[in-house]
């Protein structure tokens, strides 16, 4: 679990509760109609109209991802990558076929290698499952995006509903509070969506993104370097190349 995410997430809010304590009740920053505007028009309507149903049904996975995913440590995929190397040269190609792998699409590509596939063919499959899941991301960040546009969109139009709202019935001192209400507190709970949740979470799966897409790319020029038999040790120095020199030096 990336604690991160959620310390940050909760933090943010809390400071924000903090205060309004402080300045007086929480009371009155509560409003249905605002709530209504900015959660049920922003979070879900809009963004059903910008994707398909399915696609929106997938959002809550989407946010869980940036809360329970930790990326693997590369080191320790570079590192298992040269135990394989090794093992493959000491023995065979076929002696990987018993080894457990943990990692989805690193045990794709061993076991395309040891059912003797072309090493061409071998990361053509790879990259084009690469290229796949980077898009299957992309979908995901783009929604959280689009959340975080149309929050505070909607935080604008129900403080124009607040607003048409004040100025018909202002012959009425009573009505004006309420309408001011919604005008001021839509636009409240929209920047917040956005700013506290849907550009910060959005912001990590990008961050997760690249991580993953910087490992996936260690593991088809690992299993290259395997199918070509290049020493373990030059292997290693090879894919070490992919971390930033602090990595290396902490490995």
């Known amino acids: 679990m990336d604690l991160g995410t959620v310390v940050g997430s909760v933090l943010a809010i809390s400071l924000i509760l903090m205060a309004i304590l402080l300045g007086g009740s929480i009371v009155g920053f509560i409003d249905v109609p605002s709530i209504l505007i900015v959660i049920g028009g922003g979070c879900v ?3 059903m109209v910008s994707f398909p149903l399915s696609h929106v049904k997938g959002m809550v996975p ?22 394989l190397a090794q093992k493959a040269r000491k023995e065979s190609l076929l002696a990987l076929e018993n080894v457990e792998i943990d990692n989805p699409f690193l045990k794709k590509g061993i076991t ?10 071998i990361k053509a499959i790879l990259q084009a499952e690469m290229a796949y899941i980077k898009k299957r991301h992309e979908n995901g960040i783009n929604l959280l995006k689009t959340l975080g546009d149309m929050a505070p969109a909607f935080g604008m139009i129900g403080t124009l509903i607040g607003l048409v709202n004040m100025l018909s019935n202002m012959s009425d001192p009573a009505s004006i509070g309420p ?18 949740l849907a550009i910060p979470i959005s912001k990590k799966l990008e961050w997760y993104d690249a991580v993953e897409g910087m490992q996936m790319q260690i593991v088809v020029e690992g299993i290259t370097a395997i199918l070509d038999g290049d020493h373990p040790a030059i292997a290693e120095q090879k894919l070490m190349s992919f971390l930033p020199s602090s990595q ?4």
């Open 62 to 83: 989407v946010v869980m991802k940036a809360i329970v995913v930790t990326p693997a440590n590369p080191v320790e995929t570079i590192k298992f990558i040269v135990e």
């Open 112 to 121: 395309l290698a040891v059912d003797g596939t072309e090493p061409a063919t």
């Open 179 to 196: 309408a001011m209400s919604v005008a001021i507190l839509t636009t409240l709970y929209g920047a917040l969506v956005a700013n506290c």
């Open 248 to 251: 290396r030096t902490a490995s």
């Open 45 to 47: 309507a809009a963004p």
